[in-house]
């Protein structure tokens, strides 16, 4: 921060005194208004000291290029988590809210080099192979059953029944879960994200996985799955299971939020037509103000080095805010100039998401077919009474009513034909345990085959 500029003024409620100087990142007042606190962070120039969970300290990259900058630069800074230096000095608590998101795991999410190369490259090619049309087709299915579960009442939570379903059984398609492995996996990251025994639900969810690897090495399919099991890489049992749990886990949350976070626009902003062709320049506008997931990419420096004007020591965890790098003031005229997708919501260089086009696949026709389907849906509440979910990482809202004319459930016509023979498949196949016919995939699969 430059000595001759004004004091920074924190935003409301901002308790960084409390944080040895630190900015949180946590707490509903930075749920609230997160522009907020990045307008403040800005004052300390394009990195920021922040603090994303009690005790757990980082370096907050808030500036468009200097992100760029780091998220391009893999032989200064690195993705193994094993280099968190507080993490290995134990000043990080085992139960801090934020450790399993950020603990190292064996795959090419917080890889390096030559092993990230072979571990990507297994991940990209499997999810090339994925038809665009049968993904369209099942996101329309999967978008017709959640809508006949609330249809008749003229009213829903767009997240809790709708932007939070759809991902989990759309990826359950994909990757070829069985009903009681597809159960299974909904539980584990449904308990993971929401807190609720989230030791419980990882252990579920690593354990589903490994069936469904098992599985599909005996029985493989067309399915995610069964590619990344055939892929040249060589996959281990060990590594499919972490590789496939960061491809459920990682994708299911910012998809959800996507979704959520793109319907909240579309329902706040009276400029986006409900129909037709501004659904995409919807989508656009929410990835670069609010993205799904707004501070992440956790890097750590090789060595102790000078970046951005600051000093940053080998280890230290450095994350980038795509939130505060789309929004920075300099990028306004830029990006009415250029590109309407230059931002860094899907982040960049040599992690970026591999998933994105899936992803906007998904989220665009789940939108699409909501809003076909309900075409007079609005808000239920106003707009100032919705609240986001606290957290560094995310941002979602908590919950999004809605209210519109009931419509009648969704048969599928007979034309169509019979479920596809991977769902009838699905029911009777897998690991002999009898599936709960409770649980989510299998009543979706109940409802495709009846």
Not at 217 to 234: E, I, K, M, Y
Request: glycine share 8%; net charge negative.
């Amino acid at each position: 921060m430059d000595p001759q500029s004004p004091s920074p003024v924190p935003p409301p409620g901002c308790p960084a005194h409390n944080s040895g100087g630190r900015v949180p990142l946590h707490g509903p007042e930075f749920a609230a208004d997160p522009q907020a606190y990045y307008d403040y962070l800005r004052h300390y120039g394009p990195t920021a000291p922040v603090e994303l969970a009690p005790g757990v300290e980082a370096t907050l990259v808030t500036d468009y290029a200097t992100a760029l900058q780091l998220l391009q630069d893999s032989g200064s800074f690195r993705k193994d988590a094993r280099r968190w230096r507080d993490f290995n000095d134990g000043k990080i608590a085992p139960d801090s809210p934020v450790a399993p998101l950020l603990a190292y795991r064996p795959n090419c999410m917080f890889s390096d080099g030559a092993e990230h190369l072979r571990l990507r490259q297994a991940v990209t090619d499997s999810m090339a192979r994925v038809d665009s049309r049968k993904l369209s087709q099942t996101t329309e299915r999967v978008s017709d059953y959640l809508i006949s579960q609330f249809g008749e009442r003229g009213s829903a939570d767009l997240l809790g029944d709708y932007a939070k379903q759809l991902p989990l059984l759309v990826f359950n398609e994909l990757f070829g879960c069985t009903a009681d492995i597809g159960d299974r996996v909904v539980f584990g990251i449904t308990g993971m994200f929401d807190g609720v025994n989230a030791d419980k639900a990882m252990e579920v969810m690593f354990g589903a996985v490994g069936e469904l690897v098992a599985l599909k090495r005996a029985r493989p399919g067309a399915d995610v799955t069964s590619w990344l099991l055939q892929h040249p890489s060589r996959l281990t049992d060990e590594e499919m299971v972490h590789q496939l749990a960061l491809l459920l886990v990682a994708g299911n949350e910012p998809l959800r939020n996507l979704i959520g976070n793109a319907l909240h626009r579309l329902l706040t902003h009276d400029a986006y037509a409900r129909q037709g062709g501004l659904i995409d320049e919807a989508i656009d506008d929410t990835l670069w103000e609010n993205p799904p997931m707004q501070n992440l990419a956790p890097h750590y420096p090789a060595a102790d080095m000078e970046f951005a004007g600051q000093k940053v020591r080998a280890g230290d965890l450095m994350l980038v805010s795509f939130a505060a790098a789309n929004t920075g003031p300099a990028l306004t005229a830029a990006r009415q100039a250029g590109s309407n997708r230059a931002h860094l919501a899907w982040s960049a260089g040599p992690h970026a998401c591999p998933s994105k086009d899936p992803a906007r696949q998904i989220t665009v026709t789940a939108l699409e077919n909501l809003l076909n389907r309900l075409p007079d849906v609005e808000l239920a509440v106003p707009e100032d009474s919705l609240t986001w979910r606290p957290g560094p990482f995310n941002r979602a809202l908590a919950a999004l009513p809605a209210r519109f004319t009931p419509v009648r459930p969704v048969r599928r016509p007979a034309a169509e034909g019979p479920a596809p023979a991977s769902a009838r498949a699905q029911q009777t196949e897998g690991t002999g345990r009898r599936p709960e016919r409770s649980g989510m995939w299998s009543s979706f699969l109940t409802w495709l085959t009846r």
